[in-house]
């Protein structure tokens, strides 16, 4: 039999004899008592939703939260260029958008990793959700003169979105450890291109069916509003550590300045760190402004017509979006099961396999400005290419993160990644690209040729920051196994109890000692 914390029985709930709580506790050998009485329809309903909260409905609701996440964030670069002519703004002020968007998001990172390693985790990331729906949802109403508060409403957005994919990482890690996490975090991280992908669609999509753009932005907050509920629902709050069996025996971090410290002398968390900023800096360049880039290939090869009608055509944006879908898609299951079949031929498998998928990607990322003048087809197999040898790194970053950092500090460490990969990546990426572009198509007569080959040019600093991120991951792969067995000693040494404290008498008085 089951019994909820008032003392009602729960029929035909098991067979065996446990006590089950809704905060999940549990105590055997309870008996038969004739104090027991029937539970009322809201108390099973409780029950109920006890027994949903498994790991697997929890990741699987994460998951799709993570998908809501990046759809909305890239819902504004499926309509980028409506949105250009609609505000009658440069590439350097379409860039802006996603740095200011970059910039929140990188500055409430910390902060909400510091809560989420000390408090409820799930009512942080439920109120996190609610709050970028509603400010995504009410920016969509900012009229054409007030350009700077549509800026200011992304940058609110990003404050939002920060407390999500903070925290949310860091449950799925405590829900499951070795070989069963490291899939759970590859559906996870699935959900980045997937969302992305589905934010290009999401945003075209909408556009073409009401003919106004801003239809784009009120989509999303409906179904950011529902995942919201489903988190406080069906998602636990597991104790940190738990799966790595430490429940209950370790007390939080003391302080954030001694978490940060440990960090900063970990040099595998550093060097992916800083690796993670290199492919931030090239997705979030991309995911802005290829789709404009491709558009004006097309003009230049004379396929279209420059946009100057009230609805431009999302014809590109929609194909790039389908692109990243399927890319990411690939790019992280192989990504995973290249690094599982790795790990059987070396111990550095993962920071490996990410430094060669790096340094692959640039190859085909710089192939794709010598072909897109003569051929879009072309263009389009190297971004296939590309995009998914980049997006192999996704899932196995996380992955190193949770083998060379203790769980009580996780939270505080996925969000200072995030905090350095987006300061150094795409914070400033779209905005200096955009600025680039701009200052090149000075030099020269405005021309629709001219505006293309200057956003190409830009765009080429891409691959070589990829590069230099490569080379990052390999500098992880020195100092991997080291990280990892401090991390697993330091975790023994967490799991042993506190020594107690005897009291011994001598001639010179007492004495204490731990034994």
């Given at each position: ?32 008592s004739p104090d027991l009485h029937p539970c009322k329809p809201g108390q099973k309903f409780r029950a109920a939703l006890l ?379 779209p905005y200096l690209i955009g600025l680039i572009s701009d200052e090149l198509q000075k030099t020269y007569a405005s021309s ?68």
């Amino acid at each position: 039999m089951c019994v909820e914390s008032d003392g009602c029985e729960i029929e035909g709930c098991s067979s065996s004899d446990e006590v089950r709580t809704l905060s999940g506790s549990m105590s055997p050998g309870l008996k038969p008592s004739p104090d027991l009485h029937p539970c009322k329809p809201g108390q099973k309903f409780r029950a109920a939703l006890l027994r949903c909260r498994s790991p697997a409905a929890a990741a699987g609701i994460l998951s799709f939260g993570n998908v809501l996440n990046y759809m909305d964030r890239y819902t504004v670069a499926g309509v980028l260029l409506d949105i250009q002519r609609h505000y009658e703004v440069t590439d350097s002020g379409a860039g802006l958008l996603q740095t200011v968007f970059i910039c929140s998001f990188m500055v409430a990172a910390p902060i909400f990793g510091y809560l989420g390693d000390r408090f409820n985790r799930k009512v942080i990331l439920s109120c996190g959700i609610f709050f970028w729906s509603i400010v995504t949802l009410s920016s969509s109403f900012i009229g054409k003169e007030y350009y700077w508060l549509f800026v200011l409403s992304r940058g609110l957005v990003g404050i939002g979105e920060s407390s999500y994919s903070s925290i949310s990482p860091t449950i799925i890690g405590d829900l499951y450890t070795n070989n069963s996490r490291t899939i759970m975090l590859t559906v996870f991280y699935l959900a980045i291109p997937l969302g992305s992908g589905l934010g290009y669609i999401l945003g075209s999509g909408a556009k073409d069916a009401a003919e106004d753009w801003h239809w784009a932005l009120r989509v999303s907050p409906f179904l950011g509003i529902t995942v919201s509920a489903l988190i406080l629902l069906f998602v636990p709050d597991p104790k940190r550590g738990s799966a790595d069996h430490m429940e209950g025996r370790i007390p939080p971090s003391p302080s954030w300045i001694s978490d940060m410290k440990a960090l900063a002398k970990n040099r595998s968390y550093v060097f992916s760190s800083l690796a993670s900023a290199a492919v931030s800096f090239a997705t979030g360049a991309f995911g802005m402004l290829i789709p404009i880039y491709l558009f004006r290939a097309q003009v230049v090869q004379k396929e279209v017509e420059a946009c100057t009608k009230k609805v431009c055509s999302s014809r590109d944006s929609l194909i790039f979006g389908a692109i990243t879908c399927v890319t990411g898609l690939l790019g992280v299951v192989i990504g995973a099961a290249t690094t599982r079949f790795c790990r059987r031929k070396t111990e550095r498998a993962d920071p490996l396999v990410c430094a060669v998928s790096m340094l692959g990607s640039a190859i085909f990322i710089c192939l794709i400005f010598v072909v897109a003048k003569t051929s879009i087809i072309g263009a389009y197999v190297c971004i296939f290419i590309g995009e998914t040898l980049l997006f192999l790194n996704w899932a196995i970053t996380a992955d190193i993160l949770m083998f060379v950092v203790i769980p009580t500090r996780r939270a505080t460490a996925v969000a200072f990644q995030s905090f350095t990969s987006h300061l150094l990546g795409d914070a400033g990426s779209p905005y200096l690209i955009g600025l680039i572009s701009d200052e090149l198509q000075k030099t020269y007569a405005s021309s629709e040729l001219w505006k293309f080959l200057s956003l190409g040019y830009a765009l080429m600093l891409c691959p070589f920051i990829i590069v230099l991120g490569g080379m990052f991951f390999l500098a992880t792969a020195l100092f991997f196994l080291d990280d990892r067995e401090k991390a697993e000693q330091l975790k023994k040494l967490m799991q042993q109890p506190p020594p107690s404290s005897v009291k011994v008498i001598s001639r010179r008085g007492p004495i204490c000692t731990d034994v």
